[in-house]
């Protein structure tokens, strides 16, 4: 078993499946790419494929090796094993080695060296861009920024540490309309009713806008939840003003020391709020 799932094979994988593993076939994926494998006892890394030394694919960037030796795929343990803390490696070859091969067989044995050194008990994957390897949402979201690839300032207040990461998180597919709602399901092929009309209201299609912001018996829902809205009646001008009350009393506890009050949270809370990250930038 591989340390990453393989891309789904056959009709019956699951959509949902299918959707999470898509991002590995992505060539261009930034998430992907900066995923490394550390060696430990080589029982779930592809030798030939996986990106455990300093190159990508051994396959693809020793060609001429992987042309030479007769086995073609297997995990690491499969091609060599540990004695006293070194790896020692075994290949058996279908041609005896021309002197000019003998050079790129001793930088291979190089980078194989080197990706096994300081291996461990077992094998782990590592984020390239955390010290400790750990992924860390906030930081690719900072990445993706830098490069320009979200530019919309909203990511910025979406990852601001202003409520919990659990809360941040559903936030952030709210906004990117990731919420399986029923006409999601349906873009996908996985609706199991026959309708995408509300199944609260049944007045319009049943999308992240309609079921967040305009659905008259959803936010009936939350307004009954008198912890966040003390028990208002259905009135989205009401509703309005009381989040952004509350968001300017999260603005003024995350950001005590700005010279904004909570009125001026309240009146302009975007605007405020990307000038304090200018701030801390
Ligand atoms: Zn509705």
Known sequence: MSLLPQPPEGRKTSWIWKNILKPLAEPSNNFVNAIRFKLGDGRRINFWEDFWTEVPSLKLSFPRVFGL???????????????EGKWIWLFKVHIALFSWEQAVWDEFIRIINEGAA??????????????????????????????????????????????????????????LGRIPT????????????????????????????????????????????????????????????EMLLMLGFWCKGKWHTSTCSINEFVRNPVLIALEEFRCID
């Open 69 to 83: 030796v007769l086995k073609k795929s297997g995990k690491v343990c499969e091609f060599g094993s540990k004695v």
């Open 182 to 241: 029923l006409v999601e399901l349906d873009k996908r092929g996985a609706l199991h009713s026959s309708s995408t009309r509300c199944a609260l209201c049944s007045k319009d299609e049943e999308t992240v806008n309609h079921i967040f912001c305009l659905c008259e018996i959803g936010w009936k829902v939350w307004s009954k939840n008198g912890v966040v809205f003390n028990n208002l009646v259905y009135n989205e001008q009401k509703i309005f003003e």
């Open 118 to 175: 300081d291996s461990g008990t077992m094998d782990v994957l590592k984020w390239e861009h955390a010290s400790n390897g750990v992924y860390s949402a906030k930081k690719f979201c900072e990445l993706e920024s830098a490069l320009g690839s979200t530019e919309d300032k909203i990511w910025k207040l979406v990852w601001s540490g202003l409520a919990p990461p659990k809360v941040e998180g559903f936030l952030w597919k709210v906004i």
